[in-house]
Nanobody, 123 residues
Framework: QVQLVESGGGLVQAGGSLRLSCAAS????????MGWFRQAPGKEREFVAA????????YYADSVKGRFTISRDNAKNTVYLQMNRLKPEDTAVYYC????????????????WGQGTQVTVSS
């Protein structure tokens, strides 16, 4: 089992920045590709970003490309999502996920999910 705990969410004005963190425990972190998804009220959960086990490959949804950056620190068992130039439409609960294959993580998420952290962007 892998336990994932997100943090760093909050309320920010449009144009501002936030950095989300997801701390993993339970298994060897570097064995897992990691991803971020989000779910806005009344909408389905959607892919945001994913990163390979080594961190050498990253993938982004078109809606966040150029504004968000995913990274990982395998020594700290943590994956990050740096979010810049935030927009009101970025408001959602953000979930961290872990899985074996980055392509699968990006497509539908991994086998493990965190509880989520709320991000609210005011206009």
């Amino acid at each position: 089992q892998v336990q994932l705990v997100e943090s760093g969410g909050g309320l920010v004005q449009a144009g501002g920045s936030l950095r989300l963190s997801c701390a993993a425990s339970g298994r060897t972190f570097s064995n897992y590709a990691m991803g971020w998804f989000r779910q806005a009220p009344g909408k389905e959960r959607e892919f945001v970003a994913a990163i390979s086990r080594s961190g050498g490959s990253t993938y982004y949804a078109d809606s966040v490309k150029g504004r968000f950056t995913i990274s990982r620190d395998n020594a700290k068992n943590t994956v990050y999502l740096q979010m810049n130039r935030l927009k009101p439409e970025d408001t959602a609960v953000y979930y961290c996920t872990a899985g074996a294959v980055v392509g699968v993580v990006a497509a539908r998420g991994g086998n493990y999910w965190g509880q989520g952290t709320q991000v609210t962007v005011s206009s």
